[in-house]
């Protein structure tokens, strides 16, 4: 897999957690992350159900395996 240092889009990561080929944070359980996406999903006004449909895979990215 490429580490994506050239500027191509991740097809693994969102831009919120990953650019130019690093993770922009330095959670260490996955479980930090989904607290992170949900809240910048709660302060866009996004209800629970998209919350839930964005941060429910998190803890299956390679990332965390």
């Known amino acids: 897999m490429r580490d994506w240092k050239d500027k191509t889009k991740s097809m693994k990561y969102c831009h919120l957690c990953y ?3 690093e993770f922009k944070d330095d959670f260490k359980k996955p479980e930090q992350m989904v ?3 949900k809240d910048i999903f ?3 006004g996004a209800g629970p159900l998209k919350c839930w449909f964005f941060t429910s ?3 299956r990215l390679e ?3």
């Open 19 to 21: 650019e130019d080929g």
């Open 35 to 37: 607290e992170f996406v």
């Open 42 to 44: 709660k302060k866009e």
């Open 57 to 59: 895979n998190i803890k």
């Open 63 to 65: 990332r965390w395996q």
